[in-house]
């Protein structure tokens, strides 16, 4: 078995100012369908590494942060504007990356889909991961 703990990913925004570094392999990588993340990111769905706290950290300028409903914070980069982070305090122990972000997406398969009954019905993917 291969030693996982080494894994390092690095994300950054649109203008490179706010980064981040994944030290550990990902909790879990999944699509989210939820109104409040296509609003977030403006797109039919995103996709999250949730990264165990400890095991990631911020580089560059660190990420403005945006109470989007009561316990739950998106960060954005305060110079371009990419959405970086979403955290809950449903999830204490975890922050929850966008993968698009990750200097190399391909390194990530999501194999969950969160909140599909919110998936929008012209969004047809070929071959969707299981329901968490």
């Known amino acids: 078995m291969t030693d996982r703990s080494d894994i390092i990913l690095r994300g950054h925004c649109l203008c490179g100012a706010c980064g981040f570094e994944l030290r550990r392999e990902a909790n879990w990588v999944g699509h ?6 296509r609003r977030a ?5 995103t996709t999250f590494i949730g990264q165990e706290n400890g095991s990631w950290k911020f580089l560059g300028e660190g990420p403005k942060d945006f109470e ?8 954005f980069c305060g110079t371009c504007g990419t959405p970086m982070f979403y955290r809950s305090d449903r999830y204490p122990n975890e922050m929850h990356f966008y993968a ?6 391909e390194a990530i398969t999501p194999t969950m889909h969160y909140r599909p ?6 969004l ?3 071959d969707p991961p299981p329901h968490g």
């Open 32 to 37: 989210c369908h939820c109104e409040s993340c």
């Open 41 to 45: 990111t403006a797109s039919p769905l």
């Open 68 to 75: 989007s409903s009561a316990g739950n914070t998106r960060g």
């Open 100 to 105: 698009a972000l990750l200097e190399d997406p």
């Open 117 to 122: 009954d919110e998936q929008l019905s012209w």
């Open 124 to 126: 047809h993917l070929a």
